[in-house]
């Protein structure tokens, strides 16, 4: 069994909403690096999983996802939850999202975009020593992403290294 990497050389993937509507089962996909998931993001899930299209679909079977994970575990969501098995990555909830910078003064607008990039801020801020990725499907969120000087990646790439 392949040794697990140390924390500093995990990576930190902030996911997208536009991301798990694409590939529900997406936070399995990061091998030993960590998935955050802002918790705007589930409040946006909450908004498609009605509806017999396949993005309903999505939402559905990832919020059925993380709730399996969940209650398996006595953490909370805002604790890092392993995913699947020793070598593999975990996930989190970020709630938190202030951060020194607030993406909605910068872009002068309050959506639920301007929210997930705070959080991911928040986890660039709360661990310094490790990379913080954005990950969306949406090319306006991923060039907001860029202009704050995250690394993104485009959804094509979703097995990470």
Same mark, same amino acid.
């Given at each position: 069994m392949p040794a697990r990497k140390k924390v500093t050389?995990?990576?930190?993937?902030?996911?997208?909403?536009?991301?798990i509507l694409y590939d529900h089962n997406a936070i399995n996909n990061f091998q030993e690096h960590d998935v955050a998931i802002p918790i705007t993001v589930l409040e946006e899930l909450d908004n498609f999983k009605k509806g017999n299209d396949t993005i309903n679909f999505e939402a559905r079977e990832f919020i059925r996802f993380l709730d399996k994970l969940s209650t398996k575990?006595?953490?909370t969501l805002q604790d890092w939850i392993p995913l699947n098995g020793p070598t593999k990555g975990q996930f989190k909830v970020i709630m938190d999202e202030s951060s020194t910078i607030d /993406?909605?003064?910068?872009?002068? +607008?309050?959506?639920?975009?301007?929210? $997930?990039?705070?959080? /991911?801020?928040?986890?660039?801020? +709360?661990?310094?020593?490790?990379?913080? $990725?954005?990950?969306?499907?949406?090319?306006?969120l991923r060039l907001k992403a860029k202009s704050l000087n995250f690394t993104?990646?485009?959804i094509t790439m979703l097995n990470a290294t």
């Open positions: 050389d995990r990576k930190i993937f902030v996911l997208d909403t536009s991301v575990n006595s953490l /993406a909605n003064v910068v872009f002068s +607008e309050r959506k639920a975009d301007h929210k $997930i990039l705070n959080a /991911a801020m928040h986890m660039r801020e +709360e661990y310094p020593k490790r990379k913080v $990725i954005m990950l969306t499907k949406d090319v306006n993104t990646h485009i």
